[in-house]
């Protein structure tokens, strides 16, 4: 087992155009504590100007999320969240997962409904419906022998080839469809696909909302405010291997590089800032993270 202790410092900023009142926004940007994965040590989330309302609640999936509202009239709206994180890796040394064709029974077999079942990860959600050429994609890499981990590991490897990392190519609004029309994106774009390829097949599949620290290239520094919030998929892998995480944007497997903000269907489920408020015109979004690790 690999122990990584981290500071998180990460600051989103709204700039609009016209000030903007009457705002309504719920958060979810605080690393969750997880047993044998990470754990949250401390952090505070500070958020400017000061809401009017705040409040915190647990959503279905049983993650922390904070709602606030900023009732007058305000030209940008910031927030900046800190937290120390320690994460926890473990390796995968065997694959316990059954061949495809005997996934649906252990799905079957589970009666559960609550948030980690896999039930709730199989058919449509709010921004993933059934795309043709994705679930033929999907089609394209399966073997009768195959297990789902193997499924799963091929399909990630798969989109990580075929698919090319641009930021400029898609929003976050571009639908799955598009962005594999494009074969371009970003890690939104790769962990939809990924997990509508593995739902066309009966394989649960939800998506993972978190940070991902990144390694400056040989003799470089670290740049402040360089690191990004990340997006990777979780897999159900049947009964005795249960969740998996698989990174599609780097084809690799969740380690110690990547902390857990939220579970989700898709996007819609862990966006790590929703809301409404009353404007017109265009807003800036800026946003800066740091993934420190601790000597």
Same mark, same amino acid.
């Given at each position: 087992m690999i122990q990584v202790l981290y500071d998180l410092n990460m600051h989103m900023g709204y700039i609009y155009d016209i000030p903007a009142s009457g705002a309504r926004h719920i958060m979810r940007l605080m690393p969750l504590s997880l047993p044998n994965r990470q754990r949250l040590v401390a952090g505070s989330i500070t958020i400017s100007p000061t809401p009017d309302e705040q409040s915190h609640f647990i959503d279905f999936f049983e993650h922390p999320a904070t709602s606030f509202m900023v009732r007058a009239p305000h030209e940008k709206l910031d927030i900046r969240m800190q937290a120390r994180v320690q994460v926890e890796s473990h390796s995968i040394v065997a694959d316990f997962s059954p061949v495809l064709a005997h996934l649906p029974d252990e799905i079957a077999a589970v009666w559960s409904l609550k948030p980690q079942s896999p039930h709730h990860f199989l058919g449509n959600s709010p921004r993933l419906f059934e795309t043709p050429l994705i679930s033929e994609y999907?089609?394209?890499?399966?073997?009768?022998?195959?297990? @789902?981990?193997?499924?799963?590991?091929?399909?990630?490897?798969?989109?990580?080839?075929?698919?090319?990392?641009?930021?400029?190519?898609?929003?976050?609004?571009?639908?799955?469809?598009?962005?594999?029309? /494009?074969?371009?994106?970003?890690?939104?774009?790769?962990?939809?696909?990924?997990?509508?390829?593995?739902?066309?097949?009966?394989?649960?599949?939800?998506? @993972?909302? &978190?940070?991902?620290?990144t390694i400056p290239p040989a003799g470089k520094e670290r740049l402040e405010g360089a690191d990004a919030m990340h997006?990777?998929?979780?897999?159900?892998?049947?009964?005795?291997?249960?969740? @998996?995480?698989?990174?599609?944007?780097?084809?690799?497997?969740? &380690?110690?590089?990547?902390?857990?903000?939220?579970?989700?269907?898709?996007?819609?489920?862990?966006?790590?800032?929703? &809301?409404? /408020?009353?404007?017109? &015109?265009?807003?800036?979004?800026?946003?800066?993270?740091?993934?420190?690790?601790?000597?």
């Amino acid at each position: 087992m690999i122990q990584v202790l981290y500071d998180l410092n990460m600051h989103m900023g709204y700039i609009y155009d016209i000030p903007a009142s009457g705002a309504r926004h719920i958060m979810r940007l605080m690393p969750l504590s997880l047993p044998n994965r990470q754990r949250l040590v401390a952090g505070s989330i500070t958020i400017s100007p000061t809401p009017d309302e705040q409040s915190h609640f647990i959503d279905f999936f049983e993650h922390p999320a904070t709602s606030f509202m900023v009732r007058a009239p305000h030209e940008k709206l910031d927030i900046r969240m800190q937290a120390r994180v320690q994460v926890e890796s473990h390796s995968i040394v065997a694959d316990f997962s059954p061949v495809l064709a005997h996934l649906p029974d252990e799905i079957a077999a589970v009666w559960s409904l609550k948030p980690q079942s896999p039930h709730h990860f199989l058919g449509n959600s709010p921004r993933l419906f059934e795309t043709p050429l994705i679930s033929e994609y999907a089609r394209d890499s399966v073997l009768p022998h195959l297990t @789902v981990l193997q499924i799963a590991n091929a399909l990630c490897a798969r989109i990580h080839k075929d698919f090319t990392y641009d930021g400029e190519a898609t929003t976050v609004d571009t639908t799955p469809a598009e962005a594999f029309r /494009l074969k371009r994106g970003v890690c939104q774009d790769f962990a939809h696909v990924m997990i509508l390829a593995l739902r066309s097949l009966g394989i649960p599949a939800g998506y @993972v909302s &978190g940070f991902l620290r990144t390694i400056p290239p040989a003799g470089k520094e670290r740049l402040e405010g360089a690191d990004a919030m990340h997006a990777w998929v979780r897999v159900w892998c049947g009964e005795m291997s249960g969740w @998996v995480e698989l990174d599609p944007t780097n084809n690799i497997p969740a &380690g110690t590089d990547h902390i857990v903000v939220a579970y989700g269907r898709d996007y819609d489920d862990v966006a790590p800032v929703i &809301g409404v /408020l009353k404007s017109y &015109g265009s807003q800036q979004t800026v946003q800066a993270v740091d993934v420190i690790p601790l000597k």
